[in-house]
């Protein structure tokens, strides 16, 4: 059984809050030096670039039948 539900506006502001959080940590870190950390800030700055754009954020989640 799948479920799909939309995050409201604050929600969403709390999702992207702790995406800026893990950047600024991540980003931290490349700068230091850790080089294989560059694809995560990629990672993580493309899923801030889509929650920014985004009308609405939805999430899909899955139970298994009981």
Avoid at 14 to 19: D, I, R, S, Y
Avoid at 34 to 58: F, G, P, W
């Amino acid at each position: 059984m799948t479920t799909t539900i939309t995050l409201n506006f604050d929600q969403q502001l709390l999702l992207m809050e702790a995406l800026d959080q893990m950047a600024y940590v991540v980003r931290d870190r490349v700068a230091d030096g850790e080089i294989a950390m560059q694809d995560n800030l990629r990672k993580i700055e493309k899923v801030q670039h889509l929650l920014e754009t985004a009308s609405d954020v939805q999430v899909l989640t899955t139970k298994a039948a009981a």
